[in-house]
């Protein structure tokens, strides 16, 4: 028997605690927000802007990160198109925002769609376009602060955008153009001087510290400001990068876009000559597995705390541009994911508490959920999310980050953590104590959380063995009297598993299993005990960002005085 804790640094126990979780940003947070945006507008700060602006930069960095060919050529042809949405270039009016769908803002605004012009077309055809669309910027934003065009998060990653694209908008002849671009260019980075600090924790404040990195890169005379931007780096990668590689609101699409910023900004480096400081390259190399590690057997991400199913090849993509060649982390003790794998078949757990509340907006109630593949194809999975991807109804947005929406337990139709109006988590799941070992049978996890204890005095266990062949996933959901809590009566649970699109499932005639078939033939056995088994409908979010119909087993139970015990077991059919 292999002793626990042996194979790639598996903890055996361990206890996370969700602290400080329950509530958003404060009233007074909030105002010293808006008092801040005040003052960008302030003459003084306008002041503070001025300065001498470059004749040119010092080098134009290679953009690790291809562009998509196809969004590229319908530039060409007029349309901006990211993710599933589109909007005509002629109707894009940067100074009216409504003109903008709220899922292009961040494309349009940071330039990001830059890099599929590159990919679409050689310069000279694609150079207009892209002037084109920064004169409308310049003419809407170029005169001073404006709440739409001087976000501190989208001006770093514009500044990243314009660096390595500089020769599509800045190859016109005509000089009056490129003395604006390159003035608004260097406002952009003092205000970036001032800002960064001011922006709102985890990945939007690290894009603005990345921006004032490479502003001291790229723009003459920038040791100075390199210098305070390394020690700016520094602290926001401290506070929000866990030990473990992942990011404090345990998204991983967030996850991909931390690996992909940082890959830019060691390719300035690299233009530059100069050596990637070690804060760094530690973080990308920690980053790296972290995401691998939520992966499944198609490549592609799983599908947690309102992030959906990125395609595997956007993922292969960031990985080869961050230059790390790694295995996937099988237990991110702080990011809280644990990865079972045997002989192609894969499972992917969320075995800790939500983010808390001021380090997401849009996080899910998805503690002790768990994704499933069988080699390439997806077996269970969670409904997905909708950050990041094309706009959904806010009633579908919202119900997509409930328990209900995920592979683990209800109890009386609650939720694990409450959903704040806000976007944020409230009260729920605080702790989570988790046991994990690697035996000569197999991997066995063995979880529980106090999300239901506050409410209904009942803590929820579960525990999955995946067995050393891959063959068979056993699980059983305990629900147990919680420690000096009282019962607030009879409830009613329900175990969900919800199904990848294409799956037919079909009961047995004992009402105890399913028969689960793909569509290429191939077919797993469900069996289970201590509820009723019924098939429903469920939805699948892809990684385009639209729901696609599919189904969901569902184990219903009643929990008596003492608690309740449900066993499962998924077995793939010979």
């Known amino acids: 028997m292999s002793e626990p804790g042996s194979i790639d640094g598996i903890e055996p126990g361990r206890q996370l605690i969700r602290s400080g979780g329950e509530q958003g940003a404060s009233l007074a947070a909030r105002l010293a927000a808006q008092l801040q945006r005040l003052a960008w507008r302030s003459p003084l700060h306008g ?79 694609a150079a207009p376009i892209a002037e084109l669309i920064v004169r409308q910027w310049l003419g809407a934003h170029g005169g001073g602060v404006t709440d739409a ?10 500044i990243l955008a314009w660096g390595a694209h500089a020769p599509l908008i800045l190859s016109s002849h005509d000089i009056v153009y490129r003395s604006a671009v390159l003035n608004v260019l260097a406002q952009g980075a003092r205000h970036l001087d001032r800002g960064a600090d001011k ?41 929000c990068v866990l030990p473990d590689g992942g990011l404090t609101n345990r998204s991983p699409t967030a996850q991909l876009d931390l690996v992909e910023l940082l890959s830019q900004l060691v390719a300035v480096y690299e233009a530059r000559r100069r050596a990637v400081p070690d804060m760094l390259a530690a973080v990308l190399a920690r980053a790296v597995p972290a995401l691998l590690g939520v992966t499944l057997g198609d490549g592609g991400l799983s599908s947690w705390q309102g992030g959906g199913p990125v395609s595997a090849a956007r993922v292969a993509t960031a990985v080869t541009a961050s230059g790390i060649r790694t295995r996937p982390l099988r237990q991110a003790r702080d990011w809280g994911y644990q990865r079972l794998s045997a002989q192609g078949t894969l499972v992917v757990m969320d075995a800790a508490p939500p983010p808390v509340a001021r380090a997401s907006s849009g996080g899910c109630a998805s503690t002790l959920a768990f994704e499933m593949s069988d080699g390439p194809r997806r077996l269970v999975v969670n409904c997905g999310g909708s950050t990041g991807l094309a706009s959904l109804p806010t009633d579908l947005a919202e119900g997509l980050r409930t328990t209900a929406a995920h592979s683990t337990l209800t109890l009386a139709d ?11 988590l409230g009260r729920g799941v605080k702790e989570v104590e988790l046991d994990r070992q690697e035996l000569d049978a197999g991997s066995r996890i063995d979880a529980s959380h106090d999300g239901y204890a506050r409410r209904h005095g009942l803590i929820h266990r579960r525990q999955l063995m995946l067995s050393v062949d891959g063959r ?55 069996r289970c005990r201590g509820g009723a088994l019924a098939v429903e409908d469920s939805l699948w979010i892809d990684p385009a960002g639209r729901p696609r119909a599919t189904c969901q087993l569902v184990l219903d139970g009643e929990v008596p005085a003492g608690g309740a015990e449900a066993g499962w077991v998924f077995r793939r059919m010979a």
């Open 47 to 125: 002041l503070r802007l001025r300065g001498r602006y470059p004749l040119k930069l010092l080098a134009v960095p290679a953009d690790p990160i291809p562009g998509h060919a196809g969004d590229g050529a319908e530039l060409l042809e007029g349309w901006i198109r990211h993710r599933g949405v589109a909007v005509e270039l002629a109707m894009l009016d940067f100074a009216d925002p409504a003109t903008i769908p709220a899922a292009l803002v961040d494309h349009i605004q940071t330039f990001g769609f830059l890099r599929d012009l590159a990919a679409a077309a050689p310069r000279e055809r």
């Open 149 to 158: 065009g001087w976000r501190t998060d989208h001006w770093g990653r514009r």
């Open 199 to 239: 922006t709102p924790a985890g990945l939007p404040r690290i894009a603005a510290w990345a921006g004032v990195v490479t502003a001291g890169l790229l723009i003459p005379g920038g040791d100075v400001r390199l210098a305070h931007g390394e020690q700016g780096l520094a602290r926001v990668l401290a506070a």
């Open 414 to 424: 609650a939720n694990s953590t409450a959903l704040n109006p806000d976007g944020s």
């Open 472 to 526: 068979e996933l056993r699980g059983e959901d305990v629900l147990l009297p919680a420690p000096r809590r009282r019962r607030t009566g009879s409830s009613g649970f329900s175990i969900r598993f919800h199904l990848a699109p294409g799956i037919s499932a079909s009961v047995t005639a004992d009402g105890l299993g399913a028969l689960l078939r793909f569509p290429d033939g191939g077919s797993w056995q469900f």
